[in-house]
Structure formats: structure tokens, C-alpha cells
């Protein structure tokens, strides 16, 4: 007995040494829940998809981790839904052959590609989705998960996550992205393709793009150039319009610009509206003005996405 409880005090700071170690995740599942608590009860309060580098904030050996994202936004995913990774292994991944799939529509992942058949199916991924390989030249190109699983998709659904990550701006391609959504319902903390909120419909979009935003509608409105609420005719394609319920309240909805006084936005289910006293919508909110993103990347709240230190 005591030669045991003696192995067990010399290799408790090995233990503790290699958690210590391990304070990086890649979200593993096709999109991940982030929430304000640690119970699958608790309110989501975002969500992350395949690939997404996530630090470690707090592991008290729960199945719950609290984690920060390279936007800063904190809060507790399950671990059944990441792959732990030590800080070597995390550098090994930012230095690793990467793709992201730039496919609107959900991409499978599949085992063999002379099988058509369901019982096939690896995984999907969703727009934005990072994993490791190399673009092939034939219709089908190998990819790994942060697991270890592995499979195929079809090329001409991805990139190289260094073109991806370096796309110049292009605000009808953002546009694009939010107008393959339309009629998706609303979903309050939804940030993929699958489903959006107000804030989420401007992540998926921008993102798409290579260029990371700060979360929430109350955090966009202070990035990229300020566009006050009389200069509406200003405004650009792609810009970000805010609105609250009050005059002087809270920021609680945001918007994409499209032309002709039109913006699309996730309200109910995405959808457009008109910046005109007899739209219903835009009438039953107060505007507080716009940001503009273009000529603005690398300023305080976007990355894009080459530069960002935790992908590469």
C-alpha cells in the first residue's frame, strides 16, 4: 500500500503537468455548442464549427471546459464536441497542410469514394469548416479530423486555408452568403450555416470571406469605420446596420447593407427589408447607424484570418 501511495505522489505532477499542457482544442463535430453554464440546460450563447482553435480557460475534470475563441468570446462547450491539443501539437497544427471548405451547402465526409450509399458517411462539414490535407487535383481530396478520423470530399468544395484565410474583400460574395440562407429560421446564439442569429448571419458571412468579427450585435457596432445614422445615403454594400429598441437603448439587432436602401438579416428567419418608414420592420426599430468593414481589416475587433496568431 505504501509503495503505491508513493508511485501515486511522484507521478501526480506528471499528471498535472501534462493537463497543464494541454490548453488548446479544436472543435471536433460539425457545430459546437457554446454556453453560459456548464449543463447542456444552460442558454447557448454561441456556437463554433469544425476546426475552430479554442483556448482553455478553466478544466476543473468535468465534462465541461470553458473556453475562450480567437474573438475572445468565452464560455463552455462539452468535451465530447473537441480534440484536446498540447501547446506543441497545437503549433504542429497551425504549421500543418490545412483546407477549409468554402462550400455553401453542407459537405460529407465521406470513407470511400466508390461507395453511394449513407452507411458511407464519415462526418459533414459546414462552410468555414478547417481540417487537415492537401487540394488534390482529382475529384476527390483526403482530409483528417482533429480526432484522427479520416475520409474524402469532393474537391471542388474546398481550399487551401491559406487562400481562404488571405480572400481580398468582396462584398457581393459576403452578400451571396447571406442570401444562400434565406428562409433559414432564427435561432438565438446560431452561428453556422445551419442556422443564424442577427450577429450570426454577419460571422457566417464575413467569414466565409476569411475575415473574423467580434460576436455580438452590441460588439460590432463598435468596429471598423463609423457611419452615423443621417449619412444613410453612404452608405455600401456589405456595410453592418444597427438598431435598438429605444432611441438610447441597447444595441440589439444587426443587419447587412445590400443596395437601394435593402438589407438582409436574421429576424424571425433571414429575410430583407427596406430602410423606409412604411417597412414594417425597419419602422418598429430605431436605426443608430452603420459600420463599415471594408478598408477596416486588421483594425481593432476583424482579423483576417492569416493573420490571426491562433491559426497561424
Known sequence: MRNYLLSLLFSLPLLLSAQQQQEWVLVNIPVACIREGSSHASEMSSQSIMGTPMKVLEDNGSEWLKLEGPDGYTGYMNISSVKRLSDTEMQNWKNSSR?????MSEVKVIRDTLISSPRNTVTELVNGSIVNGKKSRGRFSHVTLPDGRDGWVSTDCVSSIEDWASQPFEAQKILDRCYYLYGAPYL???CSTKSVD????????YYGNGIL????????INIGRRIEPEDISSLRPADLLF?????DGRISHVALYDSEGKYIHSSGRVKCNYMRADDSDF??????????????ISSEGIWQIINHPWYF
Open 99 to 103: 483546407l477549409a471548405v468554402t462550400s
Open 188 to 190: 438565438w446564439g446560431a
Open 198 to 205: 442577427c450577429s450570426g448571419l454577419v460571422r457566417v458571412a
Open 213 to 220: 468579427t467580434l460576436r455580438d450585435a452590441r460588439q460590432q
Open 243 to 247: 438598431f435598438s429598441a429605444t432611441p
Open 283 to 296: 419602422s418598429a426599430r430605431v436605426y443608430r447607424g452603420a459600420s463599415r468593414i471594408e478598408g477596416e
